[in-house]
């Protein structure tokens, strides 16, 4: 099979592409950037893969433009439900380029990652796949979620300390914050 992979960035990119590859399938990367903020942290997580993905001959499409105000106005008044609203903007995309460009199924890095909403990026990915008529390759990635964190610090690539929105970028600087204040008062 010849598939499109979703790639959030490099160090969620390494254990993902091993297994696809030793299933036998041709994997090509797309980079969707609307969803990470701000844009120099894009830029940076951009380059990492980039440079990953040279590294390995894995052949990578990036995203054109950058429509920061479309993404905020998708997610305003609806923070609470912003992953839902953003995994279905990448898994959409990605499964329409996989379609335009006649692939034969799509899937995400996003599957691998410990820290996302596993059940609901399956269920999107189904659901989007059927409307759409492109098959969504599904992989629970978990289970090779250190084998990627080793790899990618022993090759000392930059690991982005957030998800990606503004909003998970408040959340984890907020904490630390916060514990400073609590030490302060």
């Known amino acids: 099979m010849n598939i499109l992979l979703h790639t959030c960035c490099g160090p969620c990119s390494i254990y993902p592409v091993r297994v696809l590859r030793g299933e036998g399938m041709t994997v090509t990367g797309y980079y969707h950037r609307n969803n990470i903020h701000p844009l120099a942290e894009c830029l940076k997580r951009e380059e ?10 894995l052949p ?40 335009q460009g006649n692939f034969d199924g799509f899937s995400s890095t996003l599957l691998y990652s410990r820290y996302q909403k596993h059940e609901v990026m399956k269920s999107l990915g189904f659901t989007i796949a059927q409307t759409i008529g492109v098959e969504f390759i599904y992989r629970d990635f978990r289970e090779g979620w250190q ?34 204040d609590e030490i302060t008062i």
């Open 48 to 57: 990492t893969l980039k440079t990953y993905a040279q590294t390995i001959g």
């Open 60 to 99: 990578l499409l990036v995203q054109k433009g950058y429509d920061l105000e479309g993404f905020l106005r998708n997610m305003a008044f609806r923070e609470s439900e912003r992953c839902l609203f953003c995994y279905h903007e990448r898994l959409t995309a990605t499964a329409e380029l996989a379609k």
């Open 147 to 180: 084998e990627g964190v080793d790899e990618s610090r022993a090759s000392g690539m930059y690991r982005q300390p957030y998800c990606g929105c503004v909003y998970s970028e408040k959340g984890r600087y907020l904490k630390k914050l916060n514990k400073i």
